[in-house]
């Protein structure tokens, strides 16, 4: 097995609905904000070579919203999609899977595309087969008025009409052993229904790609929140169940959002799970 970071593009966001409730004082400590109180945001996925399968993790927002769309989020930076897949000697072409932790468009918006003469969308994997799960879906598919502008109709319904789309099995508890897609998944609910996180077993490490679960070191506290939770007291049981299993069983952590740090593995301490040490997945991954 190999794995490879991938960059699907850098934004920024409110750092206040990043943070919820908590003070600008305490959270711009770790992730300072510019002029605009916007903090630095990235969408970070994870390519798994395993086999004759090549499975992509999230692939960030796209490219066919609107200049103003686009507007909102402020894009940085020069890295993109294809630009990534390239760097590491793939093209999306080659991806036969493509799991979705959550079907926000910053998760998901790069599975779908314009077609040639822009007057429909078609899959922009053409020989992956698209991965969530049954409730989920029925969650994205029929939004809360809460959710309804994070899931996008063109981003969701073109998979199920491609007929590329395929659901994980669910788990009896919050843990799927051994999907099938090769790898455990931890299942949240805090975020949005049935958030997928997975558990990628690799050279005797744990790889955890945290999702919107822990979207940035600077959320590690259990009270840091994102206000864009559906349910943030249940996100706050499911972040301290999920840290003090990453610190029994030592997980590295991949963090999707935070654009300046990549990996981390967390300890326990008198305040409670803490970031123990920070990597490069150059560090991890070679």
Partial sequence: MNLYPIN?????????????????????????????????????????????RLILIDNGMGNKQSDK???????????????????????????????????????????????????????????????????????????????RASFLK????????????????????????????GFDIFFANGHTDKQMIPLVNYKGKTIAFMADLLPTVGHLPLPYVMGYDTRPLLTLDEKESFLNMAVDNNFYLFLEHDAHNEIITVQKTEKGVRLKEVFTTQDIFN
């Fill in 8 to 52: 699907a593009g850098n934004l920024k966001l409110d750092g206040g609905a990043m943070f919820g409730v908590v003070p600008k004082t305490l959270w711009n400590r770790t992730n300072p904000a510019d002029a605009n109180n916007m903090i630095d945001i990235a969408t970070r996925c994870l390519l798994i070579e395993d086999g004759n």
């Fill in 154 to 181: 063109e981003n969701i319904m073109p998979m199920e009409e491609s007929g590329q789309l395929q659901f994980t099995s669910l788990p009896k508890n919050d843990l799927l052993k051994n999907s099938e897609l």
């Fill in 69 to 147: 769309f686009y507007s909102y989020y402020h894009p940085w930076g020069d890295f993109n999609l294809d630009k990534s897949l390239k760097i590491n000697g793939f093209h999306r072409d080659d991806i036969t899977d493509v799991f979705m932790t959550h079907l926000h468009f910053d998760h998901c918006g790069g599975s779908i595309q314009w077609n040639k003469d822009k007057t429909g969308y078609e899959p922009a994997f053409k020989n992956a087969l698209f991965w969530s799960n049954k409730d989920h879906w029925e969650w994205a598919t029929k939004p809360n008025r809460r959710e």
